[in-house]
């Protein structure tokens, strides 16, 4: 399975300033996604980051507030713009297999701890 | 309807027993069901997948039951052990024409083994 580099690991930021996450794959792969753990809570998708495209966001996600790039096949950032307290999560970013396929085998990176003061 | 519940929230074994964590869904797209495990400070990691085309699988010391008819599956972690204390989180997906596989998971079932 894929090796996925997520950087950086924690950060604590002020509010109302923006923390730019990174995710490296170690090979091309067609799907990434951006997941959000608050503490002690599930899983949820933020958006898909479509390569050459805009990212798709879930309900309740804007891109204004959560811009995404995807230059390439193993590469992705995201950005948390204006940060708040209520920001302060765990990101995650995660990857598959192509679409329509069984994805046996999403690979997550260790994660973002964001602690926002 | 999209939501997966998992139960129990948290679950406390001794070491060598059977720690059981089962999750219900609603959507009958679903196609793909895998469980998870995460330690504290990382992300989650693949622990075993299922399809609905069989009834149970097994790997090692986990093993996946799953109930079409009840929509139902759960995960079975016999002769648990310590170094198991964790959170698990189950998850479906279904294909979306034209789209990713999305996972959707379940609320988690912070697991603790008793030494």
Redesign the interface.
Known sequence: ?AV?S?KPSRDICQRGTSLTIQCQVDSQV??M?WYRQQPG?????IA?ANQGSEA?YESGFVIDKFPISRPNLTFSTLTVSNMSPEDSSIY?C?V?K??????????????T?LTVV | QQQVKQSPQSLIVQKGGISIINCAYENTAFDYFPWYQQFPGKGPALLIAIRPDVSEKKEGRFTISFNKSAKQFSLHIMDSQPGDSATYFCAASSPNSGSARQLTFGSGTQLTVLP
């Open positions: 399975s996925i997520q067609t799907m996604f809570q599930s899983l949820t998708l898909t798709t995650l995660s598959g192509g679409p329509l396929q069984p994805t046996y085998g999403y690979t997550f990176g260790s994660g701890r």
